[in-house]
């Protein structure tokens, strides 16, 4: 099992930035790639930006310019810089690892990211 720890959500005025960091523990050797969703009330989960074909990043169009992900490939870690925060950006975030080989999602218990106007 893989265990996902998320930390760094808060209340933050528009124009402002967070840091969100994941921490991840237990078989963290069957994790692939890791990435940060987010859910907004009564709005489905979406994906806002993640790794693909190795050290690529890609970010929901929303985000671009604003956010930046980054990661630490041998501790298993990853980190979401947030700046010029929009009241839309108002989420529960949630750090999400996937096990290619078992074709299967961890996630972590969300951190609450609240923007003011």
């Known amino acids: 099992q893989v265990q996902l720890v998320e930390s760094g959500g808060g209340l933050v005025q528009a124009g402002g930035s967070l840091r969100l960091s994941c921490a991840s523990s237990g078989a963290i050797f069957r994790i692939n790639t890791m990435a940060w969703y987010r859910q907004a009330p009564g709005k489905q989960r979406e994906l806002v930006a993640g790794f693909t074909n190795g050290a690529n990043t890609m970010y929901t169009d929303s985000v671009k310019g604003r956010f930046t992900i980054s990661r630490d490939s041998t501790k298993k870690t990853t980190a979401l810089q947030m700046n010029a925060l929009k009241p839309e950006d108002t989420a529960v975030y949630y750090c999400?690892?996937?096990?290619?080989?078992?074709?299967?999602?961890?996630w972590g218990q969300g951190t609450q990211v609240t923007v003011s106007s």
């Open positions: 999400n690892a996937k096990d290619a080989l078992f074709n299967r999602d961890f």
